[in-house]
């Protein structure tokens, strides 16, 4: 059974930083490409970051600067730190996992993040 798991969320002030964690089980983690997603309320769900399983790295435009994902294949865990946050900022934020040669896509249940003061 695949399961993946976020922490990390919470309420923090702007200018604030969290980090995100997303454990995973049930899969070969080091093959998996992996990601945050976020989705605010009335808004489509976006992708934030993302990192394959070779290491490459990419991320939306509005948090390049502020936003790190990493991954330690060790622990079958994704992160997501964030730096300087911001209102905008505020979202459920879910970690995915996929094999997109072979049709594997996987979510977590979500963590919440809001950025307020």
């Known amino acids: 059974q695949v399961q993946l798991v976020e922490s990390g969320g919470g309420l923090v002030q702007p200018g604030g930083s969290l980090r995100l964690s997303c454990a995973a089980s049930g899969i070969i983690f080091s093959r998996y490409d992996m990601a945050w997603y976020r989705q605010a309320p009335g808004k489509q769900r976006e992708l934030v970051a993302s990192?394959?399983?070779?290491?490459?790295?990419n991320y939306v435009d509005s948090v390049k600067g502020r936003f790190t994902i990493s991954r330690d294949n060790a622990k079958n865990t994704v992160y997501l730190q964030m730096n300087s946050l911001k209102p905008e900022d505020t979202a459920a934020y879910y970690c995915?996992?996929?094999?997109?040669?072979?049709?594997?896509?996987?979510w977590g249940q979500g963590t919440q993040v809001t950025v307020s003061s």
């Open positions: 990192i394959t399983s070779g290491g490459s790295v």
């Open positions: 995915n996992a996929e094999r997109t040669l072979f049709k594997l896509y996987y």
